[in-house]
Nanobody, 111 residues
Framework: VQLQASGGGLAQAGGSLRLSCVAS????????VGWYRQAPGRQRELVATITATRTTHYEDFVKGRFTISRDNAKNTMYLQMNMLKPEDTAVYYC??????WGQGTLVTVSS
């Protein structure tokens, strides 16, 4: 399965960005998907996931600020990021269970 992420860029602290990730296969509809991120000098970490039945999970550091969603008709997942902080600066990777990864999209948040 190929995953194509987009939507990264530069935002100011307190601003918003929306990431998208399109999957190349309808297997998307049956799998859990999510977003991870990797900041410079740090390990890749989970941000949020959403199951095929739309149960969501968020790591504490994004709860109340980020929203994960999916559109199965478009084989697309989204990450709406609000109230961005400089520490959200990272390369964001979309993920499809069990071991499928997008190429990453850079998010930079300036203070």
């Amino acid at each position: 399965v190929q995953l194509q992420a987009s939507g990264g860029g530069l935002a100011q602290a307190g601003g918003s960005l929306r990431l998208s990730c399109v999957a190349s296969s309808d297997i998307f509809k049956t799998k859990s998907v999510g977003w991870y991120r990797q900041a410079p000098g740090r390990q890749r970490e989970l941000v949020a996931t959403i199951t095929a039945t739309r149960t969501t999970h968020y790591e504490d550091f994004v709860k109340g600020r980020f929203t994960i969603s999916r559109d199965n008709a478009k084989n697309t997942m989204y990450l709406q990021m609000n109230m961005l902080k400089p520490e959200d600066t990272a390369v964001y990777y979309c993920w499809l269970a069990v071991n499928n990864w997008g190429q990453g999209t850079l998010v930079t948040v300036s203070s």
